[in-house]
C-alpha cells in the first residue's frame, strides 16, 4: 500500500511506518465511546473551597514560590483567528453594503469601543483619506471591513489570536499576548522575580511573536519589577496524522503524495513533554481580561495551584513510605482512602487484592503526573465536561470529555450529559515530577483510544482526518485528576470579535 516515496515522505516528517499502521487501524475500527458513571459535580468529584478557606491554599501556593522551583505558564496560541471574525468575511462576501445582522450592526455600533480602533482609523485615513465615521457615512462599511481584515491592512483575519489588540488602556493598548505577560507575574512569579511563559505558535507566525516580545518585553519587565523568560515551540511534524478517503485508504492530492493533517491540540502534549519544570499552569490564549478585571482570575489560581501543593506533597509522601517498605496496616488504608476520597479513583476489584499486589497498585496510581481543572457552572457556553469514567485498566477516575466521546444515542448516557453541572474552561495546573525531582514522561500517560475522527474535504474530495486525544482530555486522561469550581468571572474567552465589547473587555 506504501510505495518507497510514501515512506520518505512519512520518514521526512520523523513519522515511523508503525505509527501509520496504528492510524490506519483507528480509522478502520473508529474509537470507542468512553464508558462514563457519572457526571462529576459538588461533592462527587469538584470541590468547592468556601472563601474562608481559599487563604489556606493561597498560603500554600506563596510558600512554594519561595522555594527554587521552576514554574511556567504555557498557552496554546497557534490558531488563526480568522474564525473571530468568521460573521464580518461573511458580511464581505454578501451582496448588501450596508450592516444588517444584529452582530454586523453591533460591530460598526461600538467600533470605537475596539482597542484596534486607533490603527484601523490610521490605516484608513492614509489608505482611503477618510476617517471611520467619514467611510461610514458614506456607506463605505466593507472597505473598514477589509481594512480590518484582510492586506493591505490589519490582516486580522490571518493573524493568531495572541498578536490582536485585545484591551484597551488609559495611554496604551495590549494584546493578547500582552495580557498573559501580565497576568503571569500575577501568580507565577518566583522569589526572585522570574516568570516564566512559553507559547505554543505556528511556523508562519512565530517570528511576529518574537518581534512583539522584543519591543514589550523590557516594558513589561519594567512595570512589574521581575524578569521574563519567553519561549515558543512549534506543533511537531510527528504529530501530523495521516488522511484517509471514506474507504480508509491513504489520501492522496493531485501529485499523487500523502495527505498530512494537524493532530489537533493533543500533538502539543508534545510539547509540554519538553519543558523542563516543576509546575505548568495551562490556559487558553483568548481567556484573558485587562488588569482592572484580574482580582478573581489571580485568586482562583493560586487556590488551584495551592490545592495541587498539598495534593503533591502528600502523594510524594506517600510514595516515599512505599519505598522505605515500613508502612502500616493503617497507613495503607489511609492511602487506600486517599486514592479514592481525594483523588477519586475508585477499583472494584480492590478487595481482591493481595498485599504486594496492593501495594503495587497504589504505586502505580500515585506515581503519576497530577492535575488541578478549575471548572465553572455550566452556563451554555461549550467545552468539555467532567465526569467519573472507566479507564482502560477497569478503574473509574475523573476526566475530561467532550460530547463525541459519549454515546447520546444511549438514553442513560445522553441524561448523565445533560445533567452535567459544570464545564472545563481549561483552566489547569500540572505538577510533572517524581519525588526525586525527576520529570514523568508525558506521552506515556496518552489513552490512544480517546483520538478523534472527522470529515474534511480537500481538491473537491471528501477525507477521513484524525485528531490525536485532546490535551485535556485524552493525552492528560492516566494523570491524578482533581477538579475544583472556580467562578465564572475567570472564564471570558474571545470566540467573536464582538466578545471583546463584553464588559469584562473594557
Known amino acids: 500500500m506504501l510505495t518507497k516515496e510514501d515512506l520518505s515522505q512519512i520518514k521526512a516528517k520523523g513519522i515511523c511506518e508503525e505509527q501509520i499502521e496504528e492510524q490506519l487501524a483507528s480509522f478502520a475500527k473508529g474509537f470507542p465511546y468512553l464508558e462514563i458513571i457519572n457526571s462529576a459535580s459538588i461533592g462527587k468529584g469538584i470541590m468547592s473551597i468556601p472563601q474562608d478557606k481559599q487563604l489556606i491554599y493561597i498560603d500554600a501556593w506563596e510558600e512554594y514560590l519561595k522555594k527554587n522551583k521552576t514554574i511556567v505558564k504555557f498557552v496554546p496560541a497557534s490558531g488563526a483567528a480568522s474564525r473571530m471574525f468568521k460573521d464580518l468575511f461573511a458580511f464581505l462576501e454578501a451582496d448588501r453594503s450596508a450592516p444588517d445582522t444584529p452582530f454586523e450592526k453591533q460591530f460598526f455600533d461600538e467600533i470605537e469601543k475596539f482597542a484596534f480602533y486607533e490603527e484601523l482609523n490610521r490605516f484608513c485615513r492614509i489608505h482611503h483619506e477618510k476617517d471611520i465615521p467619514e467611510l461610514m457615512e458614506a456607506g463605505s462599511y466593507k472597505e473598514i471591513v477589509s481594512a480590518l481584515l484582510n492586506e493591505p491592512g490589519l490582516n486580522y483575519g490571518q493573524l493568531p489570536k495572541g498578536l490582536l489588540l485585545f484591551h484597551t488602556y488609559p495611554k496604551s493598548v495590549r494584546t493578547a499576548m500582552e495580557e498573559h505577560l501580565a497576568e503571569g507575574t500575577m501568580y507565577?512569579?518566583?522569589?526572585v522575580g522570574d516568570v516564566n511563559l512559553h507559547f505554543t505558535v505556528s511556523a508562519e507566525h512565530e517570528k511576529l511573536f518574537k518581534i512583539l516580545v522584543n519591543k514589550k518585553k523590557e516594558m513589561y519587565e519594567n512595570k512589574f519589577s521581575v524578569e521574563y523568560s519567553i519561549s515558543f515551540s512549534r506543533q511537531k511534524p510527528s504529530t501530523d496524522t495521516l488522511a484517509v478517503d471514506m474507504n480508509n485508504n491513504p489520501f492522496r492530492d493531485t501529485k499523487g503524495k500523502l495527505v498530512f493533517r494537524p493532530g489537533g491540540h493533543g500533538a502539543l502534549i508534545q510539547?509540554?513533554?519538553?519543558?523542563?519544570?516543576?509546575?505548568?499552569f495551562i490556559k487558553n490564549i483568548d481567556n484573558v481580561v485587562p488588569d482592572s478585571f484580574k482580582y478573581a482570575t489571580v485568586i482562583y489560581k493560586k487556590?488551584?495551584?495551592?490545592?495541587l501543593i498539598k495534593l503533591q506533597t502528600k502523594i510524594h509522601t506517600y510514595l516515599r513510605l512505599i519505598d522505605s517498605g515500613k508502612y502500616t496496616h493503617k497507613q495503607v488504608e489511609e492511602m487506600i482512602h486517599f486514592l479514592q476520597d481525594e483523588l477519586c479513583t475508585r477499583n472494584p476489584d480492590i478487595k481482591y487484592l493481595e498485599d504486594a499486589a496492593l501495594i503495587l497498585y497504589l504505586k502505580r496510581k500515585f506515581q503519576r503526573p497530577i492535575r488541578v481543572c478549575g471548572m465553572v457552572k455550566n452556563a451554555g457556553e461549550p467545552g468539555g465536561g467532567p465526569f467519573l469514567a472507566v479507564n482502560q485498566d477497569g478503574t473509574v477516575s475523573l476526566q475530561i470529555l467532550e460530547s463525541s466521546?459519549?454515546?447520546?444515542?444511549d438514553p442513560a448516557k445522553k441524561e448523565l450529559f445533560e445533567k452535567g453541572t459544570h464545564f472545563n474552561p481549561v483552566d489547569l495546573v500540572c505538577a510533572v515530577k517524581d519525588p526525586n525531582g525527576n520529570k514523568y514522561n508525558l506521552p506515556d500517560y496518552v489513552d490512544k483510544e480517546t483520538g478523534f475522527i472527522s470529515i474534511k474535504s480537500k481538491d473537491g474530495?471528501?477525507?477521513?482526518?484524525?485528531e490525536l486525544p485532546g490535551l485535556w482530555n485524552g493525552a492528560m486522561s492516566d494523570w491524578n485528576t482533581v477538579f475544583v469550581e472556580v467562578p465564572i468571572e475567570t472564564f471570558n474567552p474571545v470566540k467573536t470579535v464582538n466578545d471583546l465589547l463584553r464588559p469584562e473587555h473594557q
Open 271 to 280: 510539547n509540554l513533554n519538553d519543558i523542563d519544570a516543576d509546575i505548568i
Open 188 to 191: 507565577a512569579k518566583n522569589s
Open 461 to 466: 474530495k471528501e477525507l477521513k482526518a484524525l
Open 303 to 307: 487556590v488551584l495551584a495551592g490545592v
Open 405 to 409: 466521546q459519549i454515546d447520546l444515542n
